[in-house]
């Protein structure tokens, strides 16, 4: 069975500070991983994803994460945030074929602060 | 291009009443999930359905049901409501035969309260 942990449930940062979210993954075969990001009243946005190559990838309004494969993790970042930026971040795993189950971490809202 | 819809987007029913939501993909696009997210408990995954079949299914009671059509629209149906499935529920659809890599894309969700 796969699982994701996001352990920081929220996380206030200031205006044009850097902030990482953090999320881990557990799974005994090869999975795929991705971030989506939530604002209020709407669906998931597909932020970036990693499925191989590269161990960091970029996506969308200026968010990167890295893969880590030893420590099982895969961090979003982003070196500058705006207020735009609050919403709330979801972590996902989905096996490499025979399905297109997502398995969603528990969310971090990310409030930016001005 | 047209992205997902969901309809309706809002409902309020009484508990033990029955309810459907409908579900149109991407043009093109074979797969369907659906979630159920709620507070508590974050996004669940409820179905998932691949040229009319279902292909997973979450841990929800048999009171959930779905089905998708030749289309590839889905439905999705909660019998005997209860208060605990107040939720936003919503549905993902993703290009199948593209591998698990593919993203999915998902509507803005139908906003469920059971009163």
């Known amino acids: 069975a796969q699982s994701v942990t996001q352990l920081d449930s929220q996380v206030p940062v200031f205006e044009e500070a850097p902030v990482e979210l953090r999320c881990n993954y557990s799974?005994?075969?090869?999975?795929?991983l991705f971030w989506y990001v939530q604002y209020p009243n709407q669906g998931l946005q597909l932020l970036l994803k990693?499925?191989?190559?590269?161990?960091l990838v970029k996506g969308i309004n200026g968010f990167e994460a890295e893969f880590n494969k030893s420590q099982t993790s895969f961090h979003l970042r982003k070196p500058s945030v705006h207020i735009s930026d609050t919403a709330e971040y979801f972590c996902?795993?989905?096996?490499?074929?025979?399905?297109?189950?997502?398995?969603f971490g528990t969310g971090t809202r990310l409030k930016v602060l001005a | 291009k047209a992205g997902v819809t969901q309809t309706p987007r809002y409902l309020i029913k009484t508990r033990g009443q029955q309810v459907t939501l409908s579900c149109s993909p991407i043009?093109?696009?074979?797969?369907v999930s659906w979630y159920q997210q709620t507070p508590g408990q974050g996004l669940q995954f409820l179905f998932e359905?691949?040229?009319?079949?279902?292909?997973n299914k979450g841990n929800f009671p048999g009171r959930f049901s779905g089905r998708q059509f030749s289309n590839s629209r889905s439905e999705m149906n909660v019998s005997t409501l209860e208060l605990g499935d107040s939720a936003l529920y919503l549905c993902?659809?993703?290009?199948?035969?593209?591998?698990?890599?593919?993203?999915?894309?998902f509507g803005q969700g139908t906003r469920l309260t059971v009163v």
């Open positions: 993902a659809s993703s290009l199948a035969g593209t591998g698990g890599g593919t993203e999915a894309f």
């Open positions: 799974s005994s075969v090869s999975v795929y």
């Open positions: 990693y499925l191989s190559g590269s161990t």
């Open positions: 996902a795993v989905r096996l490499t074929s025979g399905t297109y189950k997502y398995i």
């Open positions: 043009s093109g696009h074979r797969s």
């Open positions: 359905y691949f040229s009319e079949t279902q292909r």
